[in-house]
């Protein structure tokens, strides 16, 4: 089983989610989240963590930029009647850290604005995952005093953050991304200074030069 793919991008296509990596002479067809094709560049190298999912004859292949957000898919896909089309749609429509937040604070009505996600299967998301929170944790942790429903430390500037760069046209699995690693690595001391940092990584991504990979 791949685990990852490490190379160029030679083509994306918007209308299909899919982005081509060339790697070692091979092109790997890959679907990934809306986000994550949003910040591939042609010509640009990058590194897809990969899930491999086989069906019948055919096998496809899913591509995340981060290890935990590849966990996540595939905790999603553990829940019934929820194949990894509709777990890509709520990865692109949310982004791992909300969408952790939604299914903890049982938010059918924020998780349902996914594409093709209805009523019933938001109730069965939170259903099936909300009492399993601590599967979650590492995603969109709640504190450690307070019980999972209440706000989050940090959460208002989040918020804040999350509405300015909505209001400034970026989409909103990016949007979740780029915020996720700055309140990680606890870069945020005010508004201010998130927002430049926000608007600094999401506009320098992609930004490296091609350079041929390989697959581990």
């Not at 002479?25 to 899930?51: C, F, K, M, N, Q």
């Amino acid at each position: 089983m791949l685990g990852f793919v490490e190379g160029t991008i030679v083509s994306r296509n918007e209308e299909t989610g899919a982005c081509t990596v060339a790697c070692g002479g091979v092109g790997y067809e890959i679907s990934v989240p809306a986000s994550v094709l949003l910040t591939l560049a042609l010509d640009s190298s990058t590194r897809l963590w990969l899930h491999t999912h086989v069906r019948e004859d055919v096998l496809h292949l899913y591509g995340f930029t981060s290890e935990n957000e590849r966990g996540f898919f595939r905790i999603l896909l553990g829940v019934s009647g929820l194949g990894p089309k509709t777990a890509l749609a709520l990865l692109s429509e949310h982004g791992a850290a909300r969408l952790a937040a939604l299914i903890r604070d049982k938010n059918t009505v924020g998780i349902s604005k996914a594409s093709g996600v209805g009523k019933k299967l938001a109730a069965r998301l939170v259903l099936e995952l909300g009492a399993k929170a601590e599967r979650l944790a590492w995603l969109s942790p709640a504190p450690a005093s307070q019980p999972a429903s209440a706000p989050h430390p940090g959460r208002g500037m989040y918020e804040d953050l999350h509405s300015a760069l909505e209001h400034l046209g970026y989409n909103t699995g990016q949007i979740d991304r780029t915020l996720e690693r700055l309140f990680d690595s606890g870069s945020v001391g005010n508004f201010e200074t998130g927002l430049r940092q926000a608007l600094a990584e999401i506009s320098g991504r992609g930004a490296r030069g091609a350079e041929e990979g390989v697959v581990k």
